[in-house]
């Protein structure tokens, strides 16, 4: 092939070639970094989403638990996961150590302020199944089970083998329910670069030195 038609076809054809291939893999590689960008962007907001219109909230219920754990020394009494949660009644008892697993009572009086025995499980598990499209469908089943679990126990006519098996089964959903709140609420804090408990996160067991006051 003589020189002349390899200099004027067969070179510009190759760089013309060459400059196709590298513009192809330019935008390819600009289209996937633009994607990963959105998609991280998308991540983020939905997590600040998810934390402002539910976990938060959440997250607060499980504090005032934390507190009265540590205020009436009960992580004393019994380990944490015989007790995930503690809440208060209307009317709180002595302790007893005839109770299922899981049940401490305190006595204190008659408690006037709504607010403060509003925040007990059902509060946690209805709060997910009413915000659904915030919650991670990991909380949404645990919160059915808890739910079918609380229903049943408080239904007559219950043996004492079936009543122990809903009373145990609730305890242990109300169990991952609390660490799974906490854990992926720290996990969204770090996600939108807020203040986040590195132990909560890896734990999910909310810390609790805050209330320990030292008199």
Sequence with gaps: MPVWVIEVVLIPAIVAIMTLVFNLVLHWGKTKFEYRIDTTKF??????????????????????????????????????????????EHRLKRFTDDLFPGEFQVHQGAMVNAAIHSFNKMQLVELILEKKPYAS???????????????????????????????????????????????????????????????????????????????
Excluded at 177 to 183: L, S
Aim: with cysteine.
């Design 43 to 88: 991540r983020r907001e939905h997590d600040y989403l998810q934390l402002s219109e539910l976990y938060m909230e959440l997250y607060a219920v499980i504090a005032q638990s934390e507190f009265l754990r540590v205020f009436h020394h009960l992580e004393d009494l019994s380990s944490w996961h015989d007790l995930p949660f503690v809440e208060v």
């Design 137 to 215: 469908q990991e909380l949404i089943k645990l919160a059915v089970g808890y739910r079918y679990c609380h229903e049943f126990l408080n239904k007559d006519g219950l043996v004492e083998s079936q009543y122990e098996k809903f009373l145990v089964s609730g305890l242990e959903y109300i169990y991952k329910i609390v660490t799974t709140v906490v854990r992926e609420t720290n996990e969204k804090r770090e996600s939108c670069h807020l203040e986040f408990i590195e132990s909560e996160k890896h734990e999910g067991i909310m810390e609790h030195d805050i209330f320990k006051l030292r008199h």
